[in-house]
């Protein structure tokens, strides 16, 4: 198999907000970058799914001027349930509001005042009104970003690109293996550093609020090439995402519009009695709340919650204009794609997949804990804690990934390149020959992600108990087997079923982590609850968990969480 | 409910392998209106592993990602209904070349 080679100073993985705001930072910095993003920039990642709102403590020059980065600090700590740890939060608390005003340069709109201070949103947990308002969301948001990155010469954008190894030279990550889904060509790019910026992995779940290209590849390659992971079991649900009709499942509509401010509405049970107390929980409490309701029985026909806003005292018209404002593509696309006026029908709504707290271990530089490799946004792990607040994953994207960006480009300086390691090249390239080359039994990889989907949704929800998960796990082991099976066809140009087949294969390593990471971890926190572990433990597991690859097998640990600021 | 069915015509086109783009019939078994996408979806699942399209979504009609040509007009395949018992033509969407079947290299993207 022949393979293309490229040079660079530093390759960045991935296409949405932290993908590309770490390679302007590097190409501020005045070296060479090459992104490669398994689709298009700024039409890639969750950041196009995304709604209004990134938070940043303005304080004076936003809603309420008593709010500082201190407080956004302390806010993110306590959601966090005290293991996020302190020295990244304070990178994300105090250099948010900066990297905002360096997209409102870039070109996002934000909503402002007439004296122009930033429009901001309360949302639970924080402390002031902390949510910026962006005008086209996360959609805009992400075009913004990519014609940022276009407008520096000095980044290659390699547009269709499904980076599927990081490649290795001793004890280092030298660069990475992909295909170039346009012509099927595979490419090698050598780096100084590597800034590892796939976003999570919602689509291993079947209910899922993300687009089913997220399956976590940047997680699994790196931890096959030995770094770190960190605590996978806190993936965190939404509470109200569209469950029915299918053509618009895993839309979310937002409960946070709930509030008097905005469209007074309920979530009910199928009575139509009101489940959420006002003033709004944080997410992980939403969830626990709507998944009981459903659990002892009060759900809707297709297993949800209502999402009501019928019996408003605004009145239909009052409500219509509140979503036509907050969340207007939502509101048109439920008509176009199901035929529903959010504004007069009550939607079937339940916690589906929306983000991954845990991810690569990093340090308050993105470091991972293999030299050479650098994560920022969602792929990076230890700085959520065990919830998100609204309004923290964009804002992560910008702070950590700018962050990993900057530290990737001053270490390549310093490091120089590293050759590639022709043999560890090649036993990368088995990933791609082995669907190639015929077989006796074969499978189709859209069955074995099926398979895998069906797994995650079953045994690992928001609930979660030791006999469940061990069959899970059992499960995603067997696959493995399955995976090794795959025959796709032989077509170079945009080869579907050889991108699921590759995106099954590394899914088999975030599902079997995942599950071993919650199967660890014997308390409830955050978003992990085990049903036979309902109490939260500070004692033994005010910690990280730790997971990474010795031999052939994950070796799972705990590690302190870093506190700067605050002790709990 | 009684299955009904969509009959889709597909432009297929492999500039490495075809002379020129062809189009395949599908006969698709639904049971309700179905977009665009979850067509091509159950198309790609269940009677044709090697039609291409592009598969991304931000779930909210806004990213394009997923236009595709149906019956000669632009559409956002995931915001676009098609009912049962209906004969339809679908085709890559255009603004750039052919990289294969129905997805496109976008010029602006």
Known sequence: MDVSRFNTDVVVVGGGGAACRAAIAVAEKGLDCILVDKGRPGRSGATPCALWSIQAPFGPRGRDE?????????????????????????IVAYTACE????????????????????????????????SCFMIENGQHMSTVLAKEVSRHKNIKVFKDFFAFALLKNGKSVVGILGMDLINGEIVAINAKSTVMATGGYTSLWGFSDNPPTLTGDGVAMAYRAGADIVDLEFN???????????????????????????????????????????????????????????????????????????????????????????????????IDAAGIDLA?????????????????????????????????????GNFQGANRLAGSALCDTQTTGAQAG?????????????????????????????????????????????????????????????????????????LKNEVDKILVPDIKRYNLELMEAIE?????STAEITFGSALFRKESRGHHNRID??????????????????????????????YTRIKP | MAKAMIKAKIYRYDPDKDKKPYYK???????????????????????????????????????????????????KSCATMVEPNTKIIIEPAGGGKVIRDLVIDFNKM
């Not at chain 1, 360096?102 to 002031?128: I, N």
């Not at chain 1, 099954?504 to 088999?508: K, N, V």
């Open chain 1, 66 to 90: 008593r709010d500082t980065p201190d407080q956004f600090f302390e806010d993110m700590v306590k959601a966090g349930r005290f293991i996020g740890d302190q020295n990244i939060v304070e």
């Open chain 1, 99 to 130: 990297r905002i005003l360096d997209m409102e340069r870039y070109g996002v709109h934000f909503k402002k005042y007439d004296d122009g201070r930033f429009f901001q949103t309360p949302m639970p947990g924080q402390t002031y009104p902390r």
């Open chain 1, 236 to 334: 965190q649900y939404y509470g109200t995402d569209v469950i029915w009709p299918p053509s618009v499942r895993g839309t979310v509509v937002l409960y946070e519009l709930m509030i008097d401010e905005f469209a007074d509405g309920e979530i009910t049970d199928k009575f139509g009695k009101p489940i959420i107390n006002k003033p709004l929980p944080v997410r992980d409490e939403a969830i626990k709340t709507i998944f009981n309701v459903i659990k002892e029985g009060r759900g809707t026909p297709h297993g949800g919650v209502y999402f009501d806003t019928t019996k408003s005292s605004k009145g239909e018209a009052a409500v219509r204009e509140v979503f036509d404002t907050m969340t207007p593509k939502h509101y048109r696309f439920l």
């Open chain 1, 344 to 380: 007069k029908t009550p939607l079937e709504v339940a916690p589906a997949s929306h983000y991954q707290c845990g991810g690569i271990y990093i340090n308050e530089r993105g470091q991972s804990s293999v030299d050479g490799l650098y994560g920022g946004g969602e792929c990076a």
């Open chain 1, 406 to 478: 900057i530290c990737a480009a001053a270490d390549a300086k310093m490091r120089g390149t590293i050759p590639i390691d022709e043999n560890n090249l090649k036993s990368n390239l088995d990933i791609i020959h082995k669907y190639l080359s015929k077989k006796e039994k074969t499978v189709r990889p859209v069955f074995i992600k099926e398979e895998i989907l069906k797994t995650m949704d079953k045994y690992i929800s928001p609930y979660r108990e030791e006999s469940g998960m061990r069959k899970g796990l059992s499960i995603i082991e067997s």
């Open chain 1, 504 to 508: 099954a294969d590394l899914m088999t």
């Open chain 1, 533 to 562: 572990y309902p109490e939260t433990d500070d004692k033994n597991w005010r910690c990280h968990t730790i997971v990474s690859l010795k031999g052939e097998k994950p070796d799972y640990s705990k590690r302190e969480a870093i």
């Open chain 2, 25 to 75: 019939d599908y006969k698709v078994d639904v049971d309700r209106n179905v977009t665009v996408y979850e067509l091509l979806t159950q198309i790609h699942r269940d009677y044709d592993g090697t039609l291409a399209y592009r598969t991304f979504k931000c779930y909210k009609g806004m990213c394009t990602t997923c236009i595709v040509k149906l019956n000669g007009k632009v559409v």
